[in-house]
């Protein structure tokens, strides 16, 4: 009981880091179009900018680590991709593999191949102990930053302009412009909440592991893209669920698997992504009726 | 004060959807285009509102400011707005959101807010579904949302594709009316209609395109010919399908 208990809150908690990376891929790909390899990197240099504790502690380092990534995510948007915004599909999908390796190669120059140790609020990697259940205070910050970022996305799509905006944007780019909608601001400002998702991303990957590593956010990329897919191209909440749903049925294959197989839990969470979209390409999630822009 | 449109041509790769086109709309005045299908009318209301996929060139002027080259959040800033063929409502926004969006142009908040409770007088259809979703609207719901969602941008001169399409003849009627009411208004409009007889009948001047060339141009009071040269057209060109 107290094993099954530990073992929801885990699947429950990557999840939400899943739902996280899907969130992060998905608001620039929904508005803009653009495939965003380069939003691993984002999570890499917020993972990164907790090496900045020592210096400055906890709290500022999380609002530094913030600006810096958001800074970055304007900084790429202006330079990279604004330019060329009009290019085919698989052009802008060039720039930002092109931007993502840049970036890492630049993280190689400044910190190294070596992973760098993070010593950030050392009380979360203590468990939390509540009826003898030991739970991962970091699990369930994972869990709260999900509910508070998720909750805010919400709030900004449903009742602010900028998000109605969005939201118009994201069905209907051209239309939205012929009413008014500002293009370089809505893809910006879905730029921005794209690296808050990234920026908490990278944060909590590097808390887990302990380190940060120029690669870091490589494999949350690709999951990212998994989950948007699977949950639906241009549905945002559908993307949030399609990485919940993989997060937490690699801890639940982690379980249930016999312990000479679990190791290899992500080739049957995967067939079993495979298998959902031969049969259902459209994804799980996507709303009737949506179509991508051309 | 007008819009003027001059020489307008639009080019998709090698072909040439629109050739020296021109003329003028003033306001409170309904210019209706007509021609068969594929003969480049809505190549050209894209064209003016800053939304052609292909390449534009011309001299389109709006009160005397140029809105050549602009981008289309720019112009329906100057005071042209397009109600597209298709209407083109976003299906996963609120009514209210829609109208939101079509005031997003708008530098004074306050009054566009009652400028979309003003919507809602004028269109009660909408008023009823305000926080229904845009995709549930029917045909004829979803042009007159289309259509005041362009207006809440308070635009002097509006541009309609294909109003009427796929309209019952009764709601049609209903379109006709509201347009007749915008022109009351002292909005000036360019009006595309598959349903020439009826939109001529309203236009102050109706231009014949054919194959991409305004081919006849007529008042109200001599649109006799024209029609008649409509009609030679469409059994000329009528079995060339839509593309």
Avoid: W
Wanted: aromatic residues 6%.
């Amino acid at each position: 009981m107290i094993y099954i208990l530990q073992s929801l809150v885990d699947a429950i908690s990557l999840g939400c880091l899943y739902a996280l990376f899907a969130l992060s891929i998905a608001m620039i790909f929904g508005v803009a179009r653009i495939v965003n390899f380069a939003n691993g990197d984002l999570m890499t240099v917020g993972g990164y900018s907790l090496l900045l504790a020592g210096a400055l502690g906890s709290i500022p380092t999380l609002v530094v680590g913030l600006a810096l990534v958001v800074a970055l995510a304007l900084m790429m948007e202006r330079l990279a991709f604004r330019p060329i915004i009009k290019a085919p599909m698989p052009t802008l999908m060039v720039m930002s593999l092109g931007v993502s390796l840049l970036l890492q190669n630049l993280m190689l120059v400044f910190f190294g191949s070596r992973p760098q140790g993070v010593s950030f609020a050392q009380f979360l990697a203590e468990p939390i102990v509540i009826a003898s259940v030991r739970i991962s205070a970091l699990n369930i910050i994972t869990i709260i930053m999900l509910g508070i970022l998720g909750g805010g996305l919400l709030y900004t799509l449903k009742r602010t302009s900028v998000g109605i905006q969005l939201r118009a944007a994201a069905e209907d780019f051209q239309m939205a412009r012929l009413a008014g909608v500002k293009a370089n601001r809505v893809v910006a400002a879905s730029f921005v909440i794209s690296a808050i998702m990234a920026a908490s991303a990278g944060m909590i990957l590097a808390l887990q592991v302990g380190t940060a590593s120029y690669n870091l956010g490589g494999r949350a990329v690709i999951l990212g893209f998994i989950s948007t897919v699977l949950g639906g191209l241009g549905s945002i909440g559908g993307a949030a669920l399609g990485g919940f749903m993989i997060g937490f049925a690699t801890v639940v294959a982690q379980i249930v698997l016999p312990t000479e197989i679990s190791a290899f839990r992500d080739a049957f969470v995967f067939t079993a992504v495979i298998l959902v979209l031969l049969f259902r390409p459209q994804g799980l999630f996507v709303a009737f009726g949506r179509n991508l822009r051309a | 004060m007008s819009l003027v449109i001059e020489n307008l041509n639009v080019t998709y790769g090698s072909v040439r959807a629109a050739r020296s086109v021109s003329f003028t709309c003033d306001p409170g005045q309904i210019v209706t285009i007509v021609g068969p299908n594929g003969a480049g009318k809505t190549s050209v209301l894209n064209a003016i509102a800053g939304a052609s996929d292909g390449h534009v060139a011309a001299a389109v002027s709006i009160d005397g400011e140029p809105l050549t080259g602009k981008q289309p959040e720019d112009i329906v800033r100057q005071g042209l707005a397009l109600v597209p063929e298709g209407r083109r409502i976003f299906s996963s926004l609120s009514i209210y959101e829609n109208l939101q969006i079509g005031s997003v142009a708008r530098g004074d908040k306050r009054q566009a807010l009652a400028d979309i409770e003003s919507m809602f007088e004028r269109f009660p259809a909408l008023a009823r579904r305000r926080d229904s979703a845009g995709g549930t609207l029917s045909g004829g719901e979803a042009q007159q949302l289309a259509i005041a969602r362009a207006l809440v941008s308070k635009p002097r001169y509006l541009l309609l594709d294909e109003p009427s399409l796929g309209l019952a003849p009764l709601i049609i009627a209903q379109m006709f009316d509201i347009i007749r009411s915008l022109q009351a208004d002292g909005i000036g409009i360019v009006l595309v209609e598959q349903n020439a007889v009826a939109a001529m009948e309203l236009a102050d001047k109706t231009l014949l395109m054919l194959t991409g060339e305004v081919r006849r141009s007529a008042t109200s009071n001599s649109g006799g010919d024209l029609i008649a040269d409509y009609f030679a057209s469409t059994l000329v060109e009528g079995g060339k399908s839509r593309k």
